[in-house]
């Protein structure tokens, strides 16, 4: 190993959407890869004193997640706070294999963490189905909400009750958010939106007037678009108020084009922000967010099946039915 390089054993790794969108070609990766981004391990070796976002020296049996990319830490991104977008990056899980990095994906029995990748340590009460996601559901939510201002009193709207709606409905709760309202087509998703802490549930025809009773008029303090639905994304125009913030989450792939009417949007001293990825701060926060919550959320139950690695593609079948949020591969303990 290479200094600052380590070696993982794969626990569990779940599958995330955008790689079924891959695997239907709605998604260019270079190929040959190794899918699977949204992982949790052990460590086995490291290449000399490895520390972690922490400080803490890593060592084989810690049991770790790490950040879907790498980061250099001195480009100008990395310096200007979005270090998901480093000059240099090289993420887990969407790149070629080389002879260089082979193991570069979490389907697989191990992974190589390179040097600049961001390592968390995982709570040993912590469930292997509740830290996998955190590498990338529940830390780009993180980073969304700082990015949106998130803040101890907000009215919140979540468009979208998938994985990342239900942690940003868990999130926003946790962060004391004094309305959290959570809007979804599907009415089970809807009721799990409740189970995650939001205090009313609607179907889009019915947001409106939902939020004007939940905000006495006020509107959204933030709205989280994760549907990446272009309805959904023009709606988010109409419901923030004053000084509101809308963070675009959901919108990966190239949709239908939004327009809005401006002069609101200006006159409410409104803020439009897109978040992809995060830092290995966000990634942190999110792990102890988690920890937080484990005795108040069922985030255990949004990863309720899990295949051995050997039967993937039963996996991938699964996952692709819609099942569950999260389809789960694991290599054992």
Same mark, same amino acid.
């Given at each position: 190993?290479?200094?600052?390089?380590?070696?993982?054993?794969?626990?569990?790794?779940?599958?995330?959407?955008?790689?079924?969108?891959?695997?239907?070609?709605?998604?260019?990766?270079?190929?040959?890869?190794?899918?699977?981004?949204?992982?949790?391990?052990?460590?086995?070796?490291?290449?000399?004193?490895?520390?972690?976002?922490?400080?803490?020296?890593?060592?084989?049996?810690?049991?770790?997640?790490?950040?879907?990319?790498?980061?250099?830490?001195?480009?100008?991104?990395?310096?200007?706070?979005?270090?998901?977008?480093?000059?240099?990056?090289?993420?887990?899980?969407?790149?070629?294999?080389?002879?260089?990095?082979?193991?570069?994906?979490?389907?697989?029995?191990?992974?190589?963490?390179?040097?600049?990748?961001?390592?968390?340590?995982?709570?040993?009460?912590?469930?292997?189905?509740?830290?996998?996601?955190?590498?990338?559901?529940?830390?780009?939510?993180?980073?969304?909400?700082?990015?949106?201002?998130?803040?101890?009193?907000?009215?919140?709207?979540?468009?979208?009750?998938?994985? $990342?709606?239900?942690?940003?409905?868990?999130? *926003? =709760?946790?962060? &004391? #958010?004094? /309305? @959290?309202? !959570?809007?979804? $087509?599907?009415?089970?998703?809807?009721?799990? *939106? =409740?189970?995650? &802490? #939001?205090? /009313? @549930?609607? !179907?889009?025809?019915?947001?409106?007037?939902?939020?004007?009773?939940?905000?006495?008029? &006020?509107?959204?303090? @933030?709205?989280?678009?994760?549907?990446?639905?272009?309805?959904?994304?023009?709606?988010?125009?109409?419901?923030?108020?004053?000084?509101?913030?809308?963070?675009?989450?959901?919108?990966?792939?190239?949709?239908?084009?939004?327009?809005?009417?401006?002069?609101?949007?200006?006159?409410?001293?409104?803020?439009?922000?897109?978040?992809?990825?995060?830092?290995?701060?966000?990634?942190?926060?999110?792990?102890?967010?988690?920890?937080?919550?484990?005795?108040?959320?069922?985030?255990?139950?949004?990863?309720?099946?899990?295949?051995?690695?050997?039967?993937?593609?039963?996996?991938?079948?699964?996952?692709?039915?819609?099942?569950?949020?999260?389809?789960?591969?694991?290599?054992?303990?």
């Amino acid at each position: 190993m290479s200094g600052g390089e380590v070696l993982v054993r794969v626990r569990m790794a779940t599958i995330c959407g955008s790689d079924l969108h891959t695997i239907a070609g709605h998604r260019s990766t270079p190929v040959p890869t190794v899918l699977g981004h949204e992982v949790v391990g052990t460590v086995v070796e490291t290449g000399g004193e490895v520390r972690s976002h922490a400080g803490e020296v890593l060592a084989p049996g810690d049991r770790v997640t790490w950040t879907i990319g790498t980061a250099c830490g001195t480009c100008a991104r990395c310096r200007g706070g979005v270090p998901q977008k480093c000059v240099a990056v090289r993420k887990y899980g969407h790149e070629a294999v080389t002879d260089r990095w082979a193991l570069n994906g979490g389907f697989a029995t191990h992974c190589h963490l390179l040097a600049g990748t961001g390592i968390v340590r995982v709570p040993e009460a912590m469930p292997d189905e509740v830290a996998t996601p955190a590498n990338c559901a529940t830390a780009t939510v993180v980073c969304a909400a700082r990015r949106a201002r998130l803040a101890a009193g907000d009215v919140v709207v979540v468009l979208g009750c998938g994985m $990342l709606g239900l942690t940003a409905v868990a999130y *926003a =709760r946790d962060r &004391g #958010a004094v /309305a @959290v309202v !959570a809007c979804d $087509l599907d009415e089970a998703r809807r009721e799990a *939106a =409740r189970e995650f &802490g #939001a205090d /009313a @549930v609607c !179907a889009p025809a019915e947001l409106a007037e939902v939020l004007d009773d939940v905000s006495a008029g &006020g509107g959204a303090d @933030v709205v989280f678009e994760v549907s990446g639905n272009a309805s959904a994304v023009r709606s988010a125009f109409g419901l923030v108020g004053i000084d509101g913030r809308i963070a675009l989450v959901g919108s990966v792939s190239p949709s239908p084009e939004v327009h809005f009417e401006p002069s609101g949007f200006v006159r409410n001293l409104s803020t439009l922000v897109g978040s992809h990825n995060y830092g290995v701060g966000d990634l942190a926060e999110a792990v102890a967010f988690l920890d937080r919550v484990a005795g108040r959320r069922p985030f255990a139950g949004l990863v309720p099946v899990s295949y051995p690695l050997a039967d993937y593609e039963r996996a991938i079948a699964d996952a692709r039915g819609h099942a569950a949020p999260r389809v789960a591969i694991t290599t054992g303990p």
